[in-house]
């Protein structure tokens, strides 16, 4: 016969083996939970910025296009997958390469002052040519969050039009 510490010694083995597979299935119950809500959580961000009224899109460090919602697409004819890079989509809507180098320049020194500033970029006015060769007058507006710079065009076209035509009378 064992004696009595080491029968003692396996019972507390044995009940802190089920404590540890109690805690442990809590644990990875509670982490499955939480990924759930955070996989919800990043579909429904998507779901509204799908939703947004006006041209928005996203990109990462490297400047590759990440994210163009429904309006961008409808607005400008290009899905996502046609851009891969930011610099490569405004070489498709601002063929004129000078145009494209002010534009480009006006824009980073925006974008710059915005980072240090912790704020938005002021907003800069450009053309941009859509696929269906129509031009647009956009206010673009950019704003880094974290490693992402989030863009949102602002079409000014049918703006600019009345303007036109109050000026004419």
Request: hydrophobic share 45%; charged share 30%; glycine share 4%.
């Amino acid at each position: 016969p064992l004696p009595l510490w080491v029968w003692q010694g396996m019972i507390l083995l044995l009940v802190a083996a089920v404590m540890f597979a109690v805690m442990n299935f809590s644990l990875r119950r509670e982490v499955a939970r939480r990924t759930r809500a955070l996989w919800e959580s990043e579909r429904q961000v998507r779901r509204l910025l799908e939703a947004l009224p006006v041209p928005a899109y996203w990109s990462n460090q490297d400047q590759a296009v990440e994210f163009v919602n429904r309006k961008f697409t409808e607005t400008f004819g290009y899905a996502r997958e046609e851009i891969g890079r930011v610099e490569q989509w405004f070489a498709l809507v601002q063929p004129d390469s000078a145009e494209r180098e002010r534009f480009r320049l006006r824009w980073e020194t925006a974008l710059a002052q915005a980072r240090e500033g912790g704020r938005e970029t002021e907003p800069i006015e450009t053309q941009l040519t859509c696929r269906d060769a129509t031009v647009r007058t956009v206010a673009v507006v950019g704003r880094h969050v974290g490693d992402r710079l989030f863009v949102v065009l602002n079409d000014l076209t049918a703006r600019k039009h009345a303007e036109a035509v109050l000026q004419q009378r």
